[in-house]
């Protein structure tokens, strides 16, 4: 698979080259019905966060197509270019976890952040420093 598949998705980060390139590696891993689901949807969106000092940020959604529909967006942060690639490619995940699961719960799991981090666990993204097994999850791939 080649990153062209998600071009639409990284325009708003060409001039982060690489957090693009991050962000771009996440997607080509996730499985095939999640990149569907992304692709499918003309209201999906990944951004980057437009802050100005001391006026704050902003942040513009696709309008939701129907009524049915809903606007979905992942607006990630500049400082992802620069952490960790281990740190920067969990929140890459996890905030596509939110999207997929249209920010709800998974399987069992209802809180949100949970459901997020334990679906981008089964990605192969596990939150670094986290011990699994003390808290009663299986680990990482």
Same mark, same amino acid.
């Given at each position: 698979?080649?990153?062209?598949? #998600?071009? &639409?998705?990284?325009?708003?980060?060409?001039?982060?080259?690489? +957090? /693009? !390139?991050?962000? %771009?590696?996440?997607?080509? %891993?996730?499985?095939?019905?999640? @990149? @569907? !689901? #992304? +692709?499918? !949807?003309?209201?999906?969106?990944?951004?980057?966060?437009?802050?100005?000092?001391? /006026?704050?940020?902003?942040?513009?959604?696709?309008?939701?197509?129907?009524?049915?529909?809903?606007?979905? %967006?992942?607006?990630?942060?500049?400082?992802?270019?620069?952490?960790?690639?281990? #740190?920067?490619? =969990?929140?890459?995940?996890?905030?596509?976890?939110?999207?997929?699961?249209? &920010?709800?719960?998974? @399987?069992?799991?209802?809180? /949100?952040?949970?459901?997020?981090?334990?679906?981008?666990?089964?990605?192969? =993204?596990? /939150?670094?420093?986290? !011990?699994?097994?003390?808290?009663?999850?299986?680990?990482?791939?």
């Amino acid at each position: 698979m080649k990153r062209e598949k #998600f071009s &639409n998705f990284l325009v708003a980060l060409e001039d982060c080259p690489p +957090l /693009r !390139d991050r962000v %771009s590696a996440v997607l080509l %891993s996730l499985p095939e019905e999640v @990149q @569907q !689901d #992304f +692709l499918d !949807d003309p209201a999906f969106r990944i951004d980057l966060e437009d802050i100005a000092p001391g /006026r704050g940020s902003r942040t513009f959604l696709a309008l939701p197509i129907s009524c049915a529909s809903v606007s979905r %967006s992942v607006v990630l942060r500049r400082k992802l270019a620069t952490s960790s690639e281990a #740190f920067a490619h =969990y929140i890459i995940a996890h905030e596509l976890a939110h999207a997929f699961l249209r &920010n709800g719960g998974w @399987q069992e799991i209802v809180d /949100r952040e949970e459901a997020a981090d334990a679906l981008a666990l089964t990605w192969g =993204y596990p /939150r670094p420093g986290t !011990d699994y097994a003390r808290i009663g999850m299986p680990g990482a791939k």
